[in-house]
């Protein structure tokens, strides 16, 4: 699949979704990261965002219903292990 086929075919699952939840894990930032965050916003979603703890990202921060902060990827999986951190009203 090329990148396209793969932006489109996630976009049409977010289209199923409760949620989007992204995953950054370095400070760079593509312009598919920001077309999937514009759709998520398009379309009303609940942003869940694992992210570095050093990272920017402005945009996703001010966008996200919910920040799971991180030094490791451990800390993320156990968080994650928790059903409760995607409970978001």
């Known amino acids: 699949m090329t990148t396209e086929q793969i932006y489109h075919y996630c976009n049409n699952r977010l289209g199923q979704s409760d949620l989007f939840f992204a ?11 920001k077309m ?3 759709e ?4 009303n979603k609940k ?3 694992a992210i570095k703890e050093w990272l920017d990202h402005d945009t996703f921060r001010a966008n996200a219903s919910k920040i799971i ?9 156990e968080i994650l292990n928790n059903p409760a951190i995607f409970d978001i009203s």
């Open 23 to 33: 995953f950054i894990k370095s400070q760079e930032e593509s312009k598919w990261m």
């Open 36 to 38: 999937e965050l514009e």
């Open 40 to 43: 998520a916003l398009r379309l």
């Open 47 to 49: 942003i869940v965002l």
């Open 69 to 77: 902060e991180h030094k490791t990827y451990n800390e993320v999986y």
